[in-house]
DNA sequence: AAGACGAAAGTGGTTGA
DNA sequence: TCAACAACTTTCGTCTT
């Protein structure tokens, strides 16, 4: 195989290792595809074998938390990274010459310029990101991607970097269900609230993508860890909660208001005392708006949640 | 004294003409 | 583009623990 013909194939790259012969036609040009990560044979399209990925660690983790969530996770492929974490990992062979590998280096390292010069900055300060908001890794791949997306798109020229990795992170929060706020990713990084937020409904709309409204339940284990309460209020929130919907009163409202106002209530049913500033404070929300939440709940959920109790014995589901 | 409660007025965002 | 609107916030006075 030529050079030339390499160059053709863009995504594949020439791995001819030694001793590896396509059993079907006898070739010995084997390719990967960077597609797939699989090893086929460029004369007939066999698939040879499954990876040529290295299969070690490729990334770092910033705590044991973050190691074990990665290490699970597995993946050496991730969008959080220039190439995805692929660059330096290009073919090695004995087939071609020293020359043709120099030019073909160099070729690789042209294309990952042009392509990923640009979102480099943006990765860096999405991981730094990332660690002071203790995002999950998952969440962070998602950021990555939808960054991707929006430069491909051609939607962060003439933008602030800054706010573009900002909106992106959030999305990716709402999108993973990670309890974060607007306020606080704006605060990380140096910007308001209000220009997030703008920059963030931009790409979305551009983007197309859809990005549902939180919901409550993700919030209430941040007030219950922060406050340190018992898992008992958990379930009782969350109870509550579901029944609020069921209801209809949690549409429209601020979602972490209503994880507060069930809290709360879930506070007052096991004899905790709470106040409502400290509930209010672990959202991001006013006492009023707790108490409103927390009225309505005490009005409309608490008749039902009480009715639950008593009639049937507790079904396996809840 | 601190927390809970509710009323009234102000604010920023959404919606529909 | 603008006005109406709902939800939330701020502020403040009163009641309860």
């Known amino acids: 195989m030529s050079l030339n013909s390499f160059k053709k194939l863009k995504s594949r790259v020439l791995v001819t290792e030694e001793g590896e012969v396509c059993p079907k036609c006898g070739s010995k040009e084997i390719i990967v595809d960077f597609d797939s990560g699989e090893l086929v044979c460029s004369k007939c399209g066999l698939v040879i074998g499954k990876s040529i990925f290295m299969e070690g660690r490729d990334w770092r983790s910033f705590s044991t938390e973050e190691f074990r969530e990665r290490a699970r996770a597995g993946a050496p492929v991730t969008p959080a990274r220039t190439e995805y974490g692929l660059d330096t ?110 920059t963030f409904r931009f790409i979305f709309r551009k983007l197309k993508v859809k990005i549902p409204p939180p919901k409550p339940e993700i919030y209430v284990s941040r007030i219950v860890s922060k406050l340190r309460l018992p898992q008992s209020v958990t379930i009782k929130a969350i109870k509550a909660l579901r029944i609020a919907r069921e209801i209809g009163i949690t549409l429209g409202r601020e979602p972490a208001g209503a994880a507060a106002g069930a809290v709360y209530l879930a506070t007052q049913m096991e004899g905790i005392s709470r106040t409502q500033k400290e509930l209010a404070k672990a959202v991001l929300v006013t006492e009023v708006t707790v108490r409103n939440r927390y009225r309505e709940f005490l009005e409309k959920v608490m008749p039902i949640l009480k009715e639950e109790a008593e009639s049937p014995p507790p079904s396996m589901e809840d």
């Open 89 to 198: 990992k290009i073919a090695y062979t004995k087939r071609i010459s020293w020359r043709a590998l120099t030019s073909l280096r160099r070729s690789q390292r042209y294309a990952r310029t042009r392509r990923e010069k640009n979102i480099m900055p943006a990765l860096i300060k999405l991981r730094a990101a990332a660690e002071r908001l203790d995002l999950p890794t998952h969440t962070v791949e998602d950021a990555a991607k939808l960054y991707r997306m929006a430069a491909s798109k051609g939607l962060v020229k003439g933008r602030s970097v800054n706010a573009m990795v900002a909106a992106v992170t959030y999305a990716a929060c709402r999108r993973t269900e990670v309890p974060r706020f607007l306020e606080e990713i704006a605060s990380f990084f140096n910007l308001s609230e209000k220009e997030v937020g703008r």
